[in-house]
């Protein structure tokens, strides 16, 4: 059995090393497309900014959608009523600001499962301009945030742009860890995916959209019933024919969680929406993990009476996690705090094996402070109508 557990420890890390080097070569390939000519294209957008409830910071976040060295840009603020807070914010900050067009749209009771998409239908309803950037209420950017991110749309064939990440905490352990698997996690596993199949989605804080490939789709109200609307966003516009872009631009996604259970509630629904999402892609990444098949097989070397080979599988296994850290926040990210990173990333790594396992748990979620469950293809029901009706996914 020791030997057994030593050959899957050693595959693992084959696999993992594997996996490292794809990701290595989607830095290259990244990095190129970033020193490429870039040509100027300036249409007008319209930003969609989904409010809900006070989030620490949020009128210094709001305000960098206010600062864009940008000509023509109107920004549209969504919430359920007007008294969110959420939505107070962004009326004084747009009060700082009264060259920036904004409206405000009230979605009351939300119609979809996914309340999100309520309020980016009305959202689409009101938009003067053709190009949209849907993006969270937890992320602060640059300002050349809307330049970057459209420059894509020059070509034609551009049905969507989306951004990566990198996370941004201050406040504990636990909200740097989750910030680790943001900046890392999150940006190899999508620079592989870019590598090898192309963009088949778009990423939750930057979704970049064409109203024309909107409603091509069947408008956002297609996204409804799902839980991970992004990917399916960029998915149903990537099968119709049209170009995902993965922008070279990074922006800040701010971490909210702040203590242990906020932040493991918060990363296991992640894990278990794509495991909804994509089941076949998910189940396999648990090969893209290093440090937990590092202690297996450092365990079984040293059951076997190989201490020096123990110790040596399992300093590889911390040392290649903390070495792609540092690639990824220093040339993809630009992470502020790549010491740090680097350091906390094996244990994020550990972790996050733990949540891919945990993520088989049950189907049931927490967004919102509502509870969820997921259905088969990503649906996301509210248990008491689990009962009543299956979704049923159309064309």
Partial sequence: MIKIFLGIGLFGLLTSSAFTGLVIAGIWRFLARRRAAKQVFL???????????AEPNLEAHLETFFQQDYAAYEIIFGARVSSDPGMQ??????QRYPRVPVKFVLTGEPWHVNAKVSTLELMERSAAHDIFIVSDSDVRVSPDYIREVVMPFADQKVGAVTCLYRGVADRGLWSKLEAAGMSIEMSAGVLVADLIEGMQFTLGPTMAVRRRCVREIGGFGMLGAYCADDFVLGHAIAANGHTIVLSTHAIDHVVLNSNFADSQKHQ???????????????????????VPFGLLSAFAAGALGHPVLALALLAYSILTRSALAAMVGATVVNDQHLFRTALLYPLRDLLGF?????SYGNSEIVWRNQIYRLTRGGFMVQPEDTLEREP???A
């Fill in 43 to 53: 249409p007008p957008v319209t930003l969609f900014k989904p409010l809900h409830g």
């Fill in 268 to 290: 296991i629904r992640w894990m278990r929406s794509t495991r909804f999402s994509r089941p076949r892609g998910h189940f396999g990444t648990c090969l893209t993990f290093s």
């Fill in 354 to 358: 733990f949540y891919w396992a945990a």
């Fill in 392 to 394: 049923v996914l159309t």
């Fill in 89 to 94: 914010a962004a009326r004084r900050v747009a």
